[in-house]
């Protein structure tokens, strides 16, 4: 049985970070080895690579399953791949599944999705193509929402230890995934959900408030498999742990595994353990994505964060007094002012950051950050536009035109310093900046566009 795993193509709507990243469809990835060890056929087709239509693959493999992933941004589109699979493939049984899918299943409730998968995405996809290759009906197999269900749902189950990502299913888009300067770039998932209760974080509604650590033997394994010098490690929180951190860093060295890495981590555990971090560099961390959030402590209290401005600070002087990039990132509430903004370039300017990534605070489902209906500047059903990058609230004593505007001025005032470009230059060489400064040109252009309908509309 063939079984089509698609990726989508984002909304022209949604700001485009895959100017700046693609990364590997992990995800799809892990389904296609369920398939595989099911001994189906598994196609996997990234629709944001791709130049040909939805309609060209699914009548060159005519796939009995359609599996498409995705997150809130993608609903839309989501839904149109399932109408035309049933335009083509009357008889085909389309699947929805992915992070938003399992925290709000009922966003992708249409006459064309034959199963919205809502937790334990493997096994439930395993139940699945058991019932559709027995000629049964999938509709009320465990882990497939059904709408007259009473709400909850089972406990969080991460992939079984001895099931890696089927990679040679992407092989022919591998030199493509990229994460800004780290290319090509693989993806590996060492741990499942954060210990941490920061009130905006998706990551807890997605493993149902637990944390789960992989076993380090099983996580050397999977590395050595991986041709990419380049690991984006996409744990929610890698570092967790200083015991765990300083094993790993043990086991790269027992194994003689040398590549370069990119993780996330919280500002107060590399405040609080400089002499990690440093260990870490010796093994190959490249850049850690930090969540700084904010330079003011009462939004980082109010983000139930329980780290301070200090860490925040110590945090970057940690990372680059071991050479390792910081990618910081910063919320920036519906309250902000023209001021707000200025204090702010200040502060990052007087940090020394390279990279920044300005996020408008986002009321996601299923987080602890909650906003009235009338609060809404952008309605729950226009998906696309939740990326995290649109103002969706209403703001307090600015325009909208002049929000976006403002996040345009600061990243041109923090990141196009001559000292900065200096520095890019003698590390990443001229075409990865000829590179990254064209896709910097194209999110700014969407955000300049974006003002201008605000400013058009009188927002």
């Avoid at 809130?72 to 149109?80: A, D, F, Q």
């Avoid at 709408?147 to 022919?172: C, F, I, V």
């Avoid at 050397?220 to 015991?243: G, Q």
Wanted: with cysteine; charged share 25%.
């Amino acid at each position: 049985m063939r079984i089509l795993l698609i990726r989508p193509k984002p909304d022209r709507e949604t700001i485009g970070l895959q100017h700046l990243m693609i990364c590997e469809p992990l995800d799809l990835e892990y389904l296609g080895s369920v398939a595989l060890d099911m001994g189906h056929t598994p196609i996997l087709v990234d629709m944001i690579l791709e130049g040909r239509g939805l309609g060209y693959f699914l009548r060159k493999h005519s796939p009995r399953i359609v599996a498409v992933t995705g997150y809130i941004t993608h609903v839309h589109i989501v839904k149109s791949y399932c109408r035309i699979a049933k335009q083509i493939l009357p008889d085909c049984v389309t699947m929805v599944g992915g992070v938003h899918a399992e925290v709000i299943p009922e966003d992708f409730r249409d006459a064309r999705v034959d199963v919205i998968v809502r937790d334990c995405a493997l096994e439930t996809f395993r139940h699945v193509i058991r019932a559709v290759d027995g000629g049964r009906s999938s509709e009320r197999v465990p882990g497939v929402w059904c709408p007259d269900e009473k709400a909850g749902s089972s406990a969080y189950k991460p992939p079984p230890e001895d099931l890696l990502p089927a990679r040679q299913l992407t092989a022919h888009y591998r030199n493509r995934y990229y994460y800004l300067f780290h290319r090509p770039c693989a993806l590996l998932k060492t741990a499942f959900g954060c210990p941490h209760t920061c009130s905006f974080c998706y990551c807890r509604a997605i493993t149902r408030g637990t944390y789960i650590e992989r076993s380090l033997e099983g996580v050397m394994t999977e590395l050595a498999s991986i041709a990419e010098d380049d690991v984006y490690i996409v744990d929610d929180n890698f570092l967790v742990s200083r015991k765990r951190v300083q094993a790993f860093c043990e086991q790269l060295a027992k194994h003689g595994i040398r590549k370069k890495y990119l993780v996330y981590g919280r500002a107060d555990f590399i405040a609080a353990h400089p002499d990690v971090i440093e260990t870490f560099a010796g093994v190959g961390l490249r850049a850690v994505i930090v969540g700084l959030e904010s330079c003011k402590q009462d939004e980082l209290d109010a983000y139930g964060k329980r780290s301070t401005v200090q860490d925040n600070e110590e945090a970057v002087r940690v990372l680059a007094r071991y050479g390792v990039d910081c990618y910081a990132t910063i919320m920036i509430p519906a309250t902000w002012t023209n001021r707000d903004f200025r204090e702010l370039g200040c502060w990052l300017r007087r940090l020394d950051l390279a990279y920044i990534n300005l996020q408008p605070l986002t009321p996601l489902p299923g987080t602890g950050v909650c906003e009235a209906t009338d609060a809404m500047l952008i309605p729950r059903d226009d998906y696309a536009k939740w990326d995290l990058a649109h103002v969706v609230v209403k703001l307090e004593h600015i325009s909208v035109a002049r929000f976006y505007m403002n996040i345009l001025w600061l990243y041109y005032r923090v990141l196009l310093r001559p000292s900065q470009t200096r520095k890019h230059l003698a590390r990443y060489g001229y075409w990865q900046n000829v590179r990254m400064s064209v896709a910097v040109m194209r999110i700014s252009l969407q955000y300049i566009r974006k003002a201008v309908c605000a400013m058009w509309r009188r927002q």
